[in-house]
């Protein structure tokens, strides 16, 4: 069996210059235009780039950031630029490129060279034994999903994965298909990404997304942005950070890493902004990976012990203050702010400064992202940062609040139209209600124990909207093995990526239409909605012919399947609603709270807001009624004698496991990927020399794993930590190394240990 590629030398030979200290500014415009026009072309690109999130237009693919009630012409950034070009290139993988490449070839190629041969155009199927893909018409393609489904002893022998890119509509037809076949195995990328996020708000503000709109930013007087990139993964965020800078906020930015983007912003919107830019960060705190939750302890503690609380609020909204106040006055401060200052790695006045600033801000925000989400003690972290705001009355009021920064541009809404593993009961009675049956009432499985459930044979058919489910997740060489044990592997994709090529006994690849295509069933155009990070929903409408015939839109791809599978007859009319995205709305309004007038509201330029009860009325529906304080002892990982916690992270140039480059230049990285960033002084000691190669082996009780041939960086993060690519470091995360509660990877903390290099001259 062949492995994951490690690296190809002549793609990947890292070239280091000095880290940036601002983003954006005349380099991002230039680079947008240039991607757009090397893959889709100045003629189709162009006109496409004026569409992208403006009303009537068509939602950025890239990430979830909401967009501001008067868009700019340019309202895209030049990360949401390649996500567009990536989709609307004119490159094509059709059936000729399948026969030229069997699939043995195809699974030692990078990731990078599989996403940039093209679109999928036509359906192609691998059958058992067989050594390439070949054509395979619709039908009888949904007819070998059927025989395989069909041939399970329980329906909950099949997962049905979603990445965060499928529009409401097709992700409300794609749960109803899971729920109707009798399985709640709908194992999604948020299991990765911010269900730690989820399961903390869930528990103490009772809803499990973020109380924050664009106009609480603006304000807001504090903002703290701790675990985020935004310069390179949300860019657009950076505008309204000005914005509620110019308006007279704070930021505080709480990071390992010093990152371009929360230093300087030159916001290419404007002639000042790309001259002169604008300082965004007013205080660094160069945490220690996985440090966040002693330091809002100590920022709890310290409120507490000053009194400097909001006692009203807490009367009349929380729930569990005196065992939290109990719980901080534990112990004694002295010994409390070492242990602090060890696992953060800061010193007391930085803490202190950040606590004058807490005290002169009557409204504070938190945003967050992936730097919270992924460690082991995440949701005890972000529980702890929920207290942090409920002590000052920070939540239900303009310019305070939680801001969970979403990652995909539809995660959200995908959540809300049913795609968890754990939905609650009410949503599967209105549901069952609604079409006629009984769904199952039993947890699914998300996305690990999915992982966990293919290697030991349990799950057989595995099927995935969009994704790449072999890169994005833990443990890649176990999740390999475990993908290649099922009887067959389904993706429903825009472009071919690793998942195509590491597969079970028989695979299919379904080609989807992407958010840029013109969608147009029976000759009439449709148009998706999306819901953003602040739970805006709005439409979204493709813009260019699509490259082939033979693609078809996730919605009609569903509607085949079901047809296939349930047979003649279901109690869900499954044409009929394909045939027409507002029947799929109005089933959508009877099933989930929030939709009333979905489909006259969603045709308004902007959409709608749905509704977010503490946000709206300061009415927490939890299990107490009230908003929850929580007991979170503290803790944080630690690496040992001679290792560093390594953090895995995204570049500048990819969405995932989507590679658009090899440079990463606000970090000074160029023309490769294989590098891990490490202070100066902890390489010293571990005698790491700069520009030198090593392996990275990493520990965990069951042995070791290990990623060979990375570069050597020295680099400013904070000590006794590293940083590198994913899903280059994939392969060193353990597979049940995972966060308490939420169960989500910790890719942000793995203990590593450096080794020589073992593959000093390639593959
Ligand atoms: N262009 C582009 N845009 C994207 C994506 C992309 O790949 N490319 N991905 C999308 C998706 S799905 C998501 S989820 C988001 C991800 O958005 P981010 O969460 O911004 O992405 P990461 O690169 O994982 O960066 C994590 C950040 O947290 C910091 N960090 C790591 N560990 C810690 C810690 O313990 N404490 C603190 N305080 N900070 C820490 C890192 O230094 C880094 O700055 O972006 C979305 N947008
Ligand atoms: N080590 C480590 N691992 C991580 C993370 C990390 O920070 N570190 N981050 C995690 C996070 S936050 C996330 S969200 C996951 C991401 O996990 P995924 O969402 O599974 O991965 P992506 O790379 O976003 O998926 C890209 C593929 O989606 C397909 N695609 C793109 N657009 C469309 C579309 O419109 N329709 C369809 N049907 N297919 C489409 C393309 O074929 C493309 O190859 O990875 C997680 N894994
Ligand atoms: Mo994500």
New binding site residues.
């Given amino acids: 069996m062949s492995k994951a590629p490690q690296h190809d030398p002549a793609q990947d030979a890292p070239e280091v210059r000095r880290p940036k200290h601002q983003a954006a500014g005349v380099p991002a415009v230039v680079n947008s235009l240039r991607v757009v026009g090397e893959q889709a072309g100045l003629r189709r690109g162009l006109p496409l780039l004026r569409e992208v999130n403006q009303t009537g237009g068509f939602d950025c693919p890239?990430?979830?950031?909401p967009e501001p009630g008067h868009r700019h012409p340019a309202e895209f950034?030049e990360?949401?630029a390649?996500?567009v070009a990536e989709e609307a290139t004119r490159r094509t993988v059709g059936r000729e490129f399948f026969t030229a490449h069997p699939v043995a070839d195809l699974a030692d190629k990078s990731g990078y060279w599989l996403g940039q041969q093209g679109r999928l155009t036509e359906p192609m199927y691998l059958a058992e034994g067989a050594t390439h893909y070949v054509p395979v018409p619709w039908d009888e393609a949904f007819n070998l999903i059927a025989t395989e489904l069909a041939a399970l002893d329980d329906p909950n022998g099949a997962a049905f994965y979603t990445s965060?890119r499928t529009g409401n509509e097709a992700a409300f037809l794609y749960q109803l298909f899971a729920r109707r076949l009798g399985t709640n195995n709908l194992p999604d990328?948020s299991n990765m990404?911010?269900e730690s996020s989820g399961s903390a708000l869930a528990e103490t503000i009772g809803i499990g997304k973020g109380s924050v709109t664009l106009d609480d930013l603006y304000q807001a007087d504090l903002i703290i942005v701790?675990?985020?990139?935004?310069g390179?993964?949300?860019?657009r965020m950076l505008t309204a950070l000005e914005k509620a800078k110019r308006a007279g906020a704070r930021i505080a930015t709480?990071?390992?890493?010093p990152?371009a983007g929360m230093q300087r912003f030159k916001n290419p919107q404007s002639v000042r902004g790309l001259a002169r830019g604008t300082d965004l960060t007013d205080l660094f705190?160069q945490?220690?990976?996985?440090?966040?939750l002693a330091?809002f302890s100590a920022l709890n503690r310290m409120l507490l012990r000053a009194n400097a609380i909001d006692r009203e609020f807490i009367e009349q909204y929380t729930h569990g203050f005196e065992s939290f106040a109990a719980h901080h006055a534990e112990g004694d401060d002295e010994a409390t702010m070492e242990d602090v200052a060890r696992r953060t790695g800061l010193v007391a006045e930085d803490i202190e400064r950040l606590f004058a600033m807490v005290l002169e801000a009557d409204k504070i925000v938190v945003c967050?992202?992936?730097?919270?989400?992924?460690?082991r003690h995440a949701v005890p972290t972000i529980r702890e940062i929920v207290a942090f705001l409920l002590l000052r009355g920070n939540i239900g009021r303009p310019g305070a609040g939680v801001c969970p920064?979403?990652?995909?541009s539809n995660?959200q809404g995908d959540r809300t139209m049913g795609i968890w593993e754990r939905v609650p009961d009410r949503f599967l009675d209105a549901l069952g209600e609604e079409f006629d049956f009984e769904p199952p009432r039993e947890h699914g499985l998300d996305t690990v124990d999915t992982i966990r459930a293919m290697r030991d044979g349990l799950v057989k058919v595995f099927f995935a909207m969009g994704g790449n489910f072999v890169a994005a997740t833990p443990d890649t060489e176990v999740t390999e093995d475990a993908m290649r044990r099922c009887r067959l592997t389904v993706h429903v994709s825009t472009k071919l990526n690793r998942s195509h090529v590491v597969t079970g006994a028989r695979a299919l690849i379904l080609p989807a239409l992407g958010r840029t295509d013109i969608d147009a069933p029976a000759g009439i155009e449709q148009f998706v909605t999306v819901e953003d990070s602040m739970g805006i929903v709005h439409a979204s409408r493709g813009r260019v012919a699509p490259l082939s015939p033979h693609m078809r839109s996730e919605v009609a791809i569903v509607a085949g399947l079901a047809r296939a599978v349930l047979g003649e007859g279901d109690t869900v009319p499954w044409e009929d609603l394909a045939a027409d995205y507002d029947r799929i709305r109005d089933r959508i309004e009877r099933v989930v709270p929030g939709f009333t007038d979905y489909n006259a509201r969603a045709r308004l330029p902007g959409g709608f807001t749905l509704p977010h009860a503490p946000r709206d009325e300061r009415v927490f529906p939890t299990a107490t009624g009230r908003a929850n304080f929580t007991v979170n002892p503290v803790t944080s990982p630690e690496a040992g004698p001679g290792r560093l916690l390594l953090?895995?992270?995204?570049?500048?140039?990819?969405?995932?496991t989507?590679i658009?480059g090899l440079d990463d230049r606000y970090r000074g990285i160029h023309q490769g990927r294989r590098v891990v960033l490490v202070n100066p002084y902890d390489a010293d000691e571990l005698g790491l020399a700069d520009g030198a190669y090593c392996d990275l082996v990493s520990e965990w009780a069951d042995g070791d794993r290990r990623a060979p041939h990375f570069k050597i960086v020295h680099y400013p993060?904070a000590r006794g930590?590293a940083?590198a690519y994913?899903p280059e470091t994939n392969v060193l995360v353990p597979l049940d190394s995972v966060a308490e509660t939420s169960n989500t990877p910790t890719?942000?903390?793995i203990v590593v240990r450096f080794e020589p290099d073992t593959a000093p001259t390639g593959p």
């Fill in positions: 890239g990430c979830a950031w950034c990360n949401g390649k996500a965060g990328c990404c911010h701790a675990g985020q990139n935004p390179t993964n949300h860019p709480v990071n390992p890493l990152e705190l945490i220690k990976v996985g440090g966040d330091l967050w992202a992936m730097g919270l989400t992924q460690h920064v979403r990652g995909h995660v953090q895995t992270i995204r570049s500048h140039d990819q969405f995932n989507t658009y993060t930590c940083a994913y890719s942000k903390s």
